[in-house]
């Protein structure tokens, strides 16, 4: 998310991530891999949510919950970071905030960064999920 509205966003309806042309423009590579991993996992919590996930992940039946409930009440960003606390509190955020920061670092050697905020549950995160989600 900038200042210049939402960078892109998955649309479970219609099964696609949608980006903002005009951030693209001035995004570099990185900024837009992460943003695309970060919906692309927003889509893999909605096969999941839906039953439809077939793969070796194994998310547990709470979170499943939480997930569903997250996407039925999705509270939307402002674009404000500091006004944003709501949004960045959401499970389904902080996974895939968390599949982000975990799969970047892995693939770079890079941290993004993390707000402060949910800072604790992304690390808690990745401590109890890097199993799962890599081997």
Not at 59 to 72: A, G
Not at 83 to 93: A, R, T
Request: proline letters at 1%; a negative charge; hydrophobic letters at 35%.
């Amino acid at each position: 998310m900038t200042k210049r509205g939402i960078n892109s966003i998955f649309l479970k309806d219609r099964w696609i991530i949608a980006f903002n042309e005009a951030w693209i423009e001035s995004a570099n590579y990185l900024e837009i891999q992460i943003t695309c991993f970060h919906e692309t996992r927003h889509a893999f919590q909605y096969l999941v949510v839906k039953g439809e996930y077939k793969g070796n992940e194994k998310i547990d039946q709470q979170t499943i919950k939480q997930w569903k409930q997250d996407i039925s009440n999705y509270e939307q960003p402002s674009g404000v970071l500091e006004n944003d606390e709501d949004y960045l509190k959401q499970e389904i955020e902080i996974d895939a905030i968390t599949f982000v920061h975990y799969i970047i670092k892995e693939m770079y050697e890079i941290q993004t960064q993390i707000p402060i905020v949910i800072k604790t549950q992304v690390y808690e995160l990745i401590k109890n999920r890097k199993e799962l989600y890599y081997g």
